[in-house]
């Protein structure tokens, strides 16, 4: 559940709907207000009055995105994000003790024993979702969007995201990460999970970004044409090898 981002008195409609805006900006931010008005279907003065809230209470941010074209006339859209402490799902004190534990077992078994937990916890984060994600059949993009939907059910906040046409390759963004903090200083959490998700899609994916080194989502890289090619490769190649003329007994 995301932090209560209203004061004192707020009114209970408002209240609700704030939470709303918040956990839409977790979810899908970068977003402008005119997004959040159309998707809440409200009305952009609406949206703004809750996003100024948001934003007195430190817990979103604007975000200038990257390679965006002219707009023509007029201020450009402002796009906002979540901060760190609106993704917040694990106490200070609860992060502070896996930091240390993690800490403590690097220093009495080494680097390895750490790199060891976060494999297993990878296995753990496999096991759980290969079930789901099997059921959603063979194709890259359906195993992901099943894998995002169980993420999300898990409070990851997870969605996913087209590149270009979305023809070639997709994005798994998380606005959430329940071990945020604790990553930030053991990166083995992060790579153990990135190299669960391509088991698991059965594709090799690739992490662009990550909430543990202060970006405003985890994106992990999922091409989905690959297996296509692959099998297309397979019959170019079975189909030259039949189309050779067999050698027969006697023939040079």
Avoid: W
């Avoid at 606005?175 to 959490?189: I, K, M, S, T, Y």
């Amino acid at each position: 559940m995301s932090p209560n981002p209203t004061g004192p008195g707020a009114p209970a409609d408002d209240e609700s709907t704030r939470v709303k805006v918040l956990d839409l900006i977790i979810e899908k931010g970068p977003v402008s207000a005119a997004q959040l008005a159309a998707i809440l279907h409200l009305t952009p003065a609406a949206v703004r009055r809750h996003i100024t809230a948001l934003e007195d209470n430190g817990q979103i941010a604007v975000h200038t995105p990257t390679g965006v074209g002219k707009r023509g006339r007029g201020r450009p859209a402002r796009h906002y994000v979540a901060t760190a402490s609106a993704r917040s799902n694990l106490g200070e004190g609860y992060s502070d003790l896996a930091a240390r534990a993690l800490s403590y077992l690097s220093q009495v078994a080494g680097d390895k024993a750490v790199g060891s937990f976060a494999a297993s916890r990878g296995r753990d984060l496999e096991r759980r979702y290969m079930r789901i994600v099997e059921a959603a059949g063979k194709d890259p993009a359906d195993r992901a969007m099943a894998l995002a939907d169980a993420l999300s059910a898990d409070g990851y906040a997870a969605t996913i995201r087209d590149v270009g046409d979305g023809t070639f390759a997709v994005q798994l963004c998380q606005g959430h990460c329940p071990v945020r903090d604790v990553a930030g200083q053991f990166h083995e959490l992060c790579d153990a999970e990135t190299q669960a998700f391509s088991r698991l899609l059965g594709v090799p994916v690739q992490r662009l970004a990550t909430l543990a080194g202060g970006d405003h989502v985890c994106t992990t890289h999922v091409p989905i044409v690959m297996p296509a090619l692959r099998k297309r490769a397979a019959r170019a190649i079975a189909h030259t090898r039949g189309s050779r003329p067999q050698r027969t007994e006697g023939t040079r």
